[in-house]
């Protein structure tokens, strides 16, 4: 469903401010932000596995890093880079229509992961549920947020290469299709960015190749 209603920010509708400009910045400055929350996701401690074969998984219970502030820190980034695509879009129909449809299936999903973790973890994971929102981060213990962490960007850049080639792309897109970007500079950026998306795709297949035969 989520690349289906993508498809709503190319659909017109009335506009969200009047000001393009300042719904320009402010939906890139939530684009950023989301990026930001997945980067110290999957650069601190991560869930290296969030499903298995369509159905939920979890190896051990991931309370450390972003997630000793924010139970869903993933989910959470995406609804901001959702929300700045709506905002960056100018759209009302994307922003007061899709982007909550987008909330309400998180929310599902969240329920489902709860009752699975519930089952597999007891009483350790209801004590975290108990501390820790499923969404809005606790600025009180940002003090945990690195403690016992270190910041892995290699881990970053090698998990979401394919995330940040698609936010790219897409935001270029929505670009050209406002009329904010000439089809030049649309190919220009695109040829450069796929060759950057290439060349991560092949250092890492080198490394896990390299890693395999030792």
């Known amino acids: 469903m989520f690349p289906l ?16 400009a300042l719904a320009t910045f402010i939906g890139l400055f939530l684009i950023v932000v989301g990026i930001v929350i997945r980067s110290l996701t999957i ?8 499903g298995l074969k369509r159905k939920i998984y979890a190896e ?3 309370i450390g890093g972003i997630y000793s502030i924010c139970r869903n820190p993933m989910y959470l980034g995406n609804l901001f880079i959702l929300a700045g695509f709506g905002i960056y879009a100018n759209s009302a129909l994307f922003t007061f229509f899709i982007f909550p449809a987008y909330i309400f299936i998180y929310w599902t999903i969240i329920k ?5 973790l519930t089952e ?7 004590h975290y549920k108990n501390q820790i ?4 981060p606790d600025f009180s213990k940002m003090r945990n ?27 270029l897109a929505l670009t050209l299709y406002l009329n904010r970007i000439s089809y030049t500079s649309f190919t220009i ?22 890693g395999a035969n030792k």
Do not use: C
Request: hydrophobic content about 50%; charged content about 25%.
């Open 133 to 136: 929102h499923p969404l809005i």
């Open 60 to 62: 051990k219970l991931v």
């Open 5 to 20: 209603l993508y498809i709503f920010l190319f659909i017109p509708s009335e506009m969200l401010l009047r000001n393009t």
């Open 120 to 126: 597999k973890f007891g009483d350790k994971f209801i």
């Open 145 to 171: 947020l690195f403690k016992n962490q270190k910041f892995k960007w290699q881990k970053v850049l090698f998990k979401e290469y394919n995330s940040f080639f698609l936010y790219i792309f897409g935001l």
């Open 43 to 50: 650069g601190l401690e991560y869930i290296k596995r969030g």
């Open 112 to 116: 489902a992961e709860e009752h699975f």
């Open 189 to 210: 950026i695109i040829i450069i960015s796929l060759s950057i998306y290439i060349l991560i795709k092949v250092i890492k297949y080198k490394n896990k190749k390299d």
